[in-house]
């Protein structure tokens, strides 16, 4: 790979990697406070993309330019983010707050999340139709600038703007807030955070929409980078997961991190081995990972049972 | 500092005062009325009773809950029964759905259903008591099944003798129907019930080692790119096929099965998606996306036996249901032997068995190969039969789908999963008209959820899971 070839991918990359990270601290959080794998988080991703997709084309002018231009993706970026919160949100009413009151075995959730991924997948498949679909044109994507001489246009300027405001936001809320401390300590320990006064039902839902928030807003700026299609929550999610489990689950800047060095990753394996061996680098990635650091790069103290 | 472990974090809401959940006093009060039973105190009141006496709206009350949800559901319904959505126009099928005269059927079932239940003292008890007289010799047959081990064998002999006449009576698309779906898909849900019924393991990738079986007879019988140092009869194919998913088993296994049980589904998962990729990818290896063609069919060539499977659907049945009959009674037999009783004790908690000193690597590896080899075997099986494999015969779909069907019988009960994968492999063909063939992974994925929260044990439970979700429900 020549410089040259090095520094066109590495504006790309860095937007993707962005993307990861912010779908990586969905899979995080509900892990930190659940311990669960929510492998329906990818359709949370999915819809948000088709919440956007559809309320924009039905919205969106023709050539839309200047303050329409900023107001339209203003409007997808909260719908995107209501769409995921309430698509989680029920994700967890229906498909696990049953099966924790129960206290059923972890077999059971991971299935029932499978089945909740597979039933919204196809169920969006069915309604939308299961062809891909590009989003609307917004704003006239044109290159705005030049680092070292690599063309940055405007939709992988905006995908890292909004994944980096997100990331600081959610750094600040989880640091800061009341709500935030309550998280850490259902995450920590759930039953003395019970015992203090939290209301663990309430947190794990709130927690839910966070994410939700985080991976609907993904799933917008995914659709304007690529397409927005029924399956499209598939290889993100996976890799997503990876990137979590990479900077150590249940470490929110390990999710972070991971999503970054995954994105590139990915991104690099393209000019290396071709475009269509794309989507291994993630899966391989992850296997070596757990073969010889399970407990991901930053440390999780939840990667073993025995 | 924003790690979730952070240690300073529960002194800190015991500062910030969080408001007290009110779902702790209900708690209290349903103990205390549980209780009830030893002491002086009145019988338990009923929920709605308890909503009124503590002040709710109406709004509030569980019987206007209830009403919302299957309001909720019917529309739900209504959505997922509606019309195909179309490429062009994205809200279509909606549209269709909301203006639509479905819809309100199905609410107006939905708020029927909410009204007998609530309601309808005199319906309810009669709809009641008739399902209890008609599940009464239901309910007899289970304990005479487990008390007499004649009527049992009686049993197995007649499922059997219908399973290998039957087809005589059936037309030749029924019969490839009864091979390509429901033969095979039966033996891969044996093999996935070791795996996740006994073991406890969660194989999200499991069609993957099938795929392995079919390209692994493909390869012996020279029909890939790349060429073997000897061809071999395709009957050989199936130890070899059973041999190569072992290792790959193992391979795949020794390394993750050290992990927690939640990271092995999702890297046997992106183990199934580079499977499928290279089958799609490495063309020279492979064949690539068009497949290979030509792998011949099972014959017998031993002296004075000779055979040859041919087209016909039925040679391939009574195959499989031999293969089925033999690897039921193997299975059986390991799962009632020190092997079985480990995977239990690992299922049910694995710091413990590994505290009293069980390998538990060892032993779930043994489960995940074992699942392997099965898989295999039904690879070599379905390559020989069909003769022509492409990747899009194994996608990630289908590893989900036999997972469904094993739930769907009952993990870890071999009648159970016999019967569940049949009928929901042969339930699509048979539903061919009525319900479109590309909503079937819609319904499946409802089923999952469905069946785990209302039945996790599925329809033919095993013996021993009934006790222990008795147990943990009490608990």
Known sequence: MTLLEFRDYLVPGLALGALYSVIAIGYTLVYGVLKLINFAHSEVFMLGGFGALIVLTEVAPGHPSGLVSVLLVLLGLVV?????????????????????????????????????????????????????????????????????????????????VAALAMIVGLDLLVRRTKLGSAIRAVAQDPEAAGLMGVDI?????????????????????????????????????????????????????????????????????????????????????????????????????????? | MSTLNDTSAVTAVQVAHLPVSTASTASTASTASTASTVSFRPARPSAEALAALRGHRWYERPRWRRLCALTAVGVLLAVMTGEQGSGADLLFSLRTTFTGTALWAWIAAAVALWAIAEFGAVPRRAVASGARAAAAPLARIRPALDSSPRLRVALVVAGLAAAVLLPLLFDRSTNQVLVDWVGIYVLLALGLNVVIGWAGLLDLGFVAFFAIGSYSTAFWSGQLPVKPPFELNPFLSIPVAMVTCLLAGILLGAPTLRLRGDYLAIVTLGFHEIIYLIAKNAESVTGGSLGVFGIPHFSVDLGPLQYRWGLDPLDYLWLLIGLITVLVLLFRKLVRSKIGRTWEAIREDEVAAAAHGVDTVKYKLMAFAIGASTSGVAGAVYASKVGFINPENFPLLYSVLVLAYVIFGGMGSIPGVLLGAALLAYLPHGLKDVVDQKDRFMYLGALLVVMMIYRPQGLLPARRRRRTVRTREAS
């Open chain 1, 80 to 160: 995107s983010g209501l769409v995921g919160a309430g698509t989680a949100f029920g994700l967890e009413k229906v498909a696990y707050r049953p099966l924790r009151k129960r206290n059923a075995p972890a077999l059971i959730f991971l299935i029932s999340a499978i089945g909740a991924s597979f039933f919204l997948y196809n169920l969006a498949g069915k309604l939308f139709g299961r062809d891909p679909k590009a989003m609307p044109a917004l704003f006239d994507n044109g290159v705005l600038f030049h680092v070292l001489g690599a063309p940055v246009d405007v939709v992988k300027l905006l995908l890292i």
């Open chain 1, 201 to 306: 039902d309430r947190i794990v839902s709130r927690t839910f929409v966070i994410g939700g928030v985080l991976g609907g807003i993904a799933g917008f700026l995914f659709g304007l980078n690529s397409q927005v299609s029924f399956t499209m929550g598939f290889i993100p999610g996976i890799t997503a997961f990876a990137a979590a489990v990479l900077g150590g689950i249940g470490n929110l800047r390990g999710a972070m991190l991971g999503g970054m060095l995954l994105g590139l990753v990915e991104t690099y394996n393209v000019p290396l081995f071709g475009e269509e061996w794309r989507y291994v680098a993630a899966f391989a990635v992850l296997v070596l990972v757990l073969m010889f650091r399970p407990t991901g790069i930053l440390g999780a103290k939840l990667g073993r049972t025995a």
